[in-house]
């Protein structure tokens, strides 16, 4: 579980480590001001996969094999590498349903606290992917996510223009080329 006051004295090493006066006018809150929204960008942390299928999957029984896509989620995470923004995601969602479906808007809340957590693109995909798969009863799950990474754009090799793009396929999605291609082809 995150703790506000380790985080407050971890920030206050690192504004040392980076030479400034904590009693400076600008600084003296920062460390408060950061943990604070530290605790709210990594949320997600303090859940597992199955807690945030529980809080939620409300599910909702229907007899249809209908693809069902959620597209142009707009999110960012927290790249765990380097502590750096992974940001202008967009995450797009299928699923098939086996027997039940959840609410539309539940999807985005589920990528968001799945986002919200030290991560890697690759990871937030099968996190996404399996708490779709838990709360929908469902194997068959498609993630697509493209992402801008600062520890790409604004160090290192300074790519401003990269994308790096993940799909994480589960179930059908994974042996039926033909799936995909509709799941991609509705990205469009």
Known sequence: MMNQDTIERGIKLLLRGFGEDLTREGIVETPKRAAKMYLELLEGMNYTNEQIAEMFGKSFEVNTSQMVVVKDIEAFSMCEHHLALMYDMNISVGYIPNGKVIGLSKIPRIAEMCC????????????????????????????????????????????????????TKKGKFIRDYDLTREFIDSLK
């Not at 919200?116 to 693109?121: P, T, V």
């Not at 996404?128 to 709360?135: D, P």
């Open 116 to 167: 919200k957590r030290l991560q890697l693109q690759e990871k937030i995909g099968e996190d996404i992917a399996e708490v779709i798969s838990i709360a929908t009863g469902s194997e068959d799950v498609i993630v697509h996510i493209t992402a801008k990474h600062s520890c790409v754009t604004a160090r290192g090799i300074k790519s401003r223009g990269s994308n790096t793009v993940t799909t």
